[in-house]
């Protein structure tokens, strides 16, 4: 087998761009203030929840159903392998299947897909399948479910220690410890469903809650299923549904520690961190690792809340931090759509090869166990570019759906003078971003 090199977390730094750093960042800041202004100027009503009831295109095939369960009972399957390989295949990063597959086809390929196709995580997720499963052997029970499962928080959980895992802990890709770890957590969501059941056990999965904030960016909705109706699949604009993304304090949570945990990957890779870390092994590093992910976190988590602060007090809205979250998700899938790009399209490869061997057997299901990896596909100038466009694109996005959501909801100079503090973090973000990626 060709030989490969699974990492934990994505591939990033200056890659053939024609502009140093510092005129990339600045470049995309003033892009940032043109396009507000430009707004301010020119969008005078909300035009984004109609743009994104799109145009049908076709009804749902009755047979569809067929083929949904198919493809679930392929992601469980797959799944099954995953965990097994975790605990009896071999306990490398280079021949077992767990790392790739976690740390690429799951979190990277799976975020990807949603923005193209919509929901799909929720018709394909192995613990939607185990979950409604269980559902059908527990008994009902009155008891309500408590607070800290309603209210969404302990979603964070997942997302949190996922993180931890992927850029801090010294041996996150071991396949061991990825067995365990997706070992633990489905047990634990199954024991909430076999408690309370499926519908309040998927409030604790931060995976899901993460993916459907991606789906709303997609170009395809689905009407929901109406009485004597086929459903309907609508097309529209792409990224225009997050303007129907109403964000709770959880889910805000779970974005911002996403988009916190993807600045870290960024920041993790600079002279001045390397500086920190270097000679450190084993727990000293994972110790240094966790400080800085916690303080990045931190970082953008507490810029986000200091302009919903500001912005509350121009407008009186005590729910403006949440009210504006769903201007986030763009930018989110922006960063992590630089950074991982290069990993999903050349190390991504490796899934093709892996599965073939799924446990370093020396087995050869599919016949692809020698299939060479292409390092090319992908040219280092289109990479780069790739970087710096999706961080400054999802930001500009992101301009647009606060922008739309202000005017909204205030009227038009309130609404020009609450996004203010928002604007200010926005460019302290694309700067931070694209100093981080160019770099």
Known sequence: MTELLILAHGVGGRLDLPLSEWQVAWAGAVALV???????????????????????????????????????????????????????????????????TVFVVFWIGMACASVLFGHIWREISPWETLGKFVDQFRKEDNEPAPRWLTSGWVALVPISIFHWFELAYHDGASPRILGWWTLIYTIGLMGITWKWGWAEARKAEGFGILFAAFAELSPFRVKETEVNHPR??????????????????????????????????????????????????????????????????ALVGVAYHLAGKLGSRTTGDS????????????????YDLAHYFSLLLLEGQAFKVLISDPFGKGWDIFGTATDPINWTLVSSGVIGWVQVLSIVGGHLVGVLVSHDRGIEKFELKKAMRSQYPMLAVMVLYTLFGLVLMTG
Request: proline residues 5%.
């Open 34 to 100: 043109f396009s507000f202004a430009a707004l301010g100027y020119f969008w005078h009503k909300p035009l984004l929840k109609k743009l994104s009831l799109g145009r049908p295109i076709l009804n749902v095939p009755s047979g569809s159903n067929l083929f949904k369960l198919l493809f679930r009972y392929i992601s469980l399957f797959l799944f099954l392998v995953v965990v097994i390989a975790g605990f009896i295949g071999q306990d490398n990063t280079v021949a077992n299947l767990a790392p790739v």
């Open 319 to 334: 729910i403006f931090s949440e009210r504006f979250g769903a201007s986030l998700v763009p930018i989110l899938f922006g």
């Open 232 to 297: 309907k699949v609508f097309i529209r604009a792409p990224f225009v549904g997050v303007s129907n993304y109403e964000t709770s304090p959880a889910q805000l949570a779970v974005v911002l520690a996403a988009l916190g945990g993807t600045a870290f990957d960024g920041f993790s890779r600079t002279r001045f961190w390397g500086e920190i870390i270097f000679g450190r092994s084993k727990w000293e590093l994972t110790f240094f690792n966790t400080i800085g992910l916690v303080w990045i976190v």
